[in-house]
């Protein structure tokens, strides 16, 4: 039985296609006994069986060209090197549906032989042997000076020995430069070798360096011999190599990424890398071209209450009055940010950084507003408001300074024409002032009931003026507190913007406004010579319908409503609001510093107090015309008209007044010069008001010291026929000062550079002895009104006979 065949070297050539086992017909069909290599062989019918039960063949060195039939399944030993081979069967791969016996085949020496092999990323041969052809991905090794190469891993059944030509993509690699298998050439000097593995195979390709890097130098084969720059840092990067990645592999010298980019310094230009070439995010530390900036953890910043100067490039302290500059430990990086405002100031809105974090940013421009319940925190403003601190309404809205602002509920035109009804609607009041004026100064009236009430209701609005003055102090009201005053100031001093003036025009404007408060003087004016030019003349017939009426009030309208008289109504029209005209001619003169250096009107903070701004300095000349009628004009001529009442008081042996005594009926003979001490005090607290606009703490005092000086005073002059009158004169100037002496005992007074004393507590606004001191001071608000709830209903039944 012939078990081995070695026909090395015997010039055997051409395509075996025998369909039947490979066996003598497919080798020696061709081929006579005598042939050299058949010399001493078994022939015939017996070689015929023998090839059955071959073992091992040895078929090298010849020119053979194809093998296309498969093994007998005796076979375990094959050696085709070195022939021609361009087609070899499948089954001596053993890798077919026919399986044979062959356990070691060499085909070396074949290089037109291809056939498929599979290329692994990763991983190894397995441990049973590969059911396909596989490259082995552990036994990579040099051959060339820019390739390696590996060999098979063990088949299930078979080790075969070959060249890489059998399938140079799937054996080889490039180790830099560009290419695929052994085909490689070397990259540009402005690039670097990169590797992927695509389609089941290996290639190298030429790549830039990232962006924000640069080649170390020389020849680049790998991704880590590019740098990034100073400030930026190579991510990590995923390995290409189809080796396992283990220390001292041969594949670790394919370490090409095709992800690691260069990544900027969080924080950047604040956080930045000590040199070019970074390798990690730990390189990135604090820079130090910032003073003062701090390491907490990953990030860096200012200290607390401090921000960074992005012009100067150093931390430098908060305005922490105005600014909220606690960091902290998480929020560190805001240091680096524009502070964030407290409630109640406002600046521009800093430019955004560029692209890189980089800023201009010096400071806050910091602009005060009126209150924090118009700029709301963080430099916004409250619905309803825009500008420069808050200090304008939108378009189509109209408010209070304080506060937000309200829809108009008609056009410019519509609300003008309004206006001018209310006016013509109002002439009628005027015929009923001057009745009842008519009706107080008649002699029989002199010591009458209806002049205690008439002076209780004058008393009220003055305290009610007082209340809205007070409510512009520098001074950080409760909520709640704060309510109380705004009802005063809708009635008074902030009557203007309540009535909706921003309404009579497309939009608000300081000029508007105050015009409108201006006018407040003047349109009583107007409407009183309308009333007296519409019932002069009609005269006799209000005689004859209204002169024996049995009212007195009624009887007044009989009375004649000349020039004179309607002069008489206006001057007790601006007596009657003269704390509010007082404060109107002042508004454009308080002005009061914002944490800038700059100063401001107070009710307008946008508007600045400055030689330098046209608006201001036109509405202060027109101010100033009208302050000299109220702060001057008015005064004096009630002095001169005191100066011929007591004349008059004195040649008639004190039973008559004379003209003026309809502005001197209330008071005793000897204490006429009482209303000047009245209008003394008002222009105290609107000089006390305008003066020390910024100043809490002095508003408050020296507002509670004038009232307590004018109460003490009229306690000890009783100045009223009535004793009611001056216990409720004295009673609202007790009032005043208690609220007064009380806001700034509890803290609630704000000076430049101080906040909300609510701030200072641990529980802010919800601490319990907060909470206490607004409810005292809320409590107060509401005790100031038993005053006129007891006395003026006492002063309305005395005046009716129902006591």
């Known amino acids: 039985m012939l078990v081995t065949v070695e026909a090395r070297s015997c010039g055997l050539y051409g395509l075996h296609e025998n369909p039947g086992a490979f066996g003598y017909n497919s080798i020696f069909g061709a081929v006579h006994l005598e042939h050299p290599c058949a010399a001493g062989r078994a022939s015939g019918e017996q070689a015929r069986e023998g090839f059955l039960s071959l073992a091992r063949l040895d078929l090298s060195r010849n020119n053979i060209t194809g093998i296309i039939v498969p093994a007998s399944q005796a076979l375990w030993d094959v050696d085709f090197s070195f022939n021609a081979l361009i087609q070899l069967h499948s089954a001596w791969y053993n ?8 356990a070691m085949l060499n085909i070396k020496g074949n290089p037109l032989l291809r056939r498929d092999i599979i290329t692994l990323e990763e991983g190894i041969c397995p441990i049973a042997g590969a059911p396909r052809l596989l490259a082995d991905p552990m036994a990579y090794a040099d051959v060339g000076e820019m390739y390696e190469c590996t060999s098979l891993c063990r088949g299930v059944r078979t080790s075969i020995q070959s060249e890489t030509s059998l399938q140079v993509e799937s054996l080889c690699r490039c180790t830099h430069g560009e290419g695929a298998g052994s085909d490689c050439t070397p990259c540009p000097s402005d690039t670097y070798s990169s590797a992927l593995f695509v389609d089941g195979s290996w290639a190298r390709s030429c790549r830039l360096c990232p962006p924000n890097s640069r080649l ?19 991510t990590d990067v995923v390995l290409a190599s189809a080796g396992s990645g283990t220390p001292g592999n041969a594949s670790d010298a394919i370490d090409d990424s095709a992800s690691g980019e260069c990544r900027l310094c969080a924080q950047w230009p604040f956080r930045t890398t000590k040199a070019a070439g970074s390798q990690s995010s730990e390189s990135c530390g604090c820079s130090g071209e910032y003073s003062g900036l701090l390491a907490r953890g990953a990030r860096c910043g200012c200290d607390d209450g401090y921000f960074m100067n992005h012009a100067q490039r150093e931390c430098i302290p908060c305005s922490t009055g105005h600014e909220e500059c606690v960091w902290g430990f998480e929020k560190i990086t805001q240091s680096l940010e524009p502070p964030v405002l407290k409630p109640g100031y406002w600046a521009e809105p800093a430019l955004p950084p560029d692209e890189f974090g980089r800023s201009n940013f010096s400071g806050n421009d910091i602009w005060r507003c009126v209150s924090k319940f118009t700029c709301i925190g963080g430099g916004e403003c409250i619905a309803g408001r825009f500008g420069r601190a808050c200090g304008l309404c939108k378009p189509g809205t109209y408010g209070p300074p304080e506060g937000g602002c309200s829809p108009c509920s008609h056009s410019p035109s519509g609300t003008r024409s309004l206006f001018g009804l209310g006016c013509v609607l109002a002439t009628p ?167 800038n250096g700059l100063y401001s009107v107070a009710a307008f903070p946008h508007l600045k107090c400055s030689s330098g701004e046209s608006e201001w300095m036109m509405l202060a000349a027109v101010g100033s015309v009208f302050l000299s009628f109220v702060l001057v004009a008015f005064p004096c001529g009630v002095y001169q008209a005191w100066r011929v009442s007591v004349k008059r008081v004195l040649e008639s042996n004190f039973q008559s007044k004379g003209w003026w005594r309809f502005f001197f009926q209330p ?51 009783l100045p009223y026929y009535t004793l009611s009158s001056t216990v409720l004169d004295v009673w609202y100037c007790f009032a005043i000062a208690s609220m007064c002496v009380y806001a700034a005992a509890a803290g609630f007074q704000t000076e430049p550079g101080l906040g909300d004393v609510s701030e200072m507590l641990p529980g802010g606004k919800s601490d319990p002895e907060y909470q206490v001191r607004v409810a005292s001071m809320v409590t107060l608000q509401w005790a100031s009104l038993i005053g006129p709830l007891v006395i003026m209903p006492y002063q309305i039944l005395m005046a009716f006979d129902q006591t």
Not at 217 to 234: F, K, V
């Open 667 to 717: 008071y005793r003979p000897i204490a006429m010069h009482w209303i000047l001490t009245m209008i003394a005090r008002d222009v105290a607290l609107n000089l006390v008001a305008c003066l020390a606009a910024s100043r809490g703490s002095v508003q408050l005092l020296l507002t509670a010291v004038i009232c307590l000086v004018y109460a003490c005073k009229a306690v000890h002059s």
């Open 216 to 234: 170390s130098g020389g020849q680049a084969l790998q991704h880590r011999d590019c740098q990034c720059d100073l400030g930026y840092y190579m």
């Open 95 to 102: 890798e077919g549906g026919d399986l044979s016996q062959v």
């Open 429 to 595: 009041l005027c015929l009923l002032a001057h009745a009842w004026l008519d009706r107080l100064t008649r002699q029989d009236l002199a010591n009458g009931r209806l002049v205690p009430v008439t002076v209780s209701l004058g008393q009220l609005s003055k305290f009610l003026q007082v209340l809205g003055i007070i409510s512009a102090f520098r001074v950080e009201w409760p909520e709640d507190v704060r309510a109380f005053f705004k009802r005063g100031a809708d009635v008074s001093t902030g009557a203007g913007s309540s009535l909706g003036a921003a309404c009579l025009a497309a939009e608000q404007t300081v000029a508007l406004e105050l015009g409108f408060r201006w006018s407040l003087l003047v349109a009583p004016a107007l409407v009183i010579a309308v009333s007296v030019l519409t019932f002069f003349p009609a005269h006799p017939c209000l005689k004859k319908l209204f002169g024996n009426a049995r009212i007195n009030l009624l009887r007044g309208l009989a009375a004649k409503m000349g020039p004179w008289e309607g002069f008489r109504v206006f001057i007790l029209c601006v007596n009657l609001g003269f704390p509010t005209f007082l404060n109107y001619a002042l508004a454009i003169f308080t002005c009061v510093p914002s944490p």
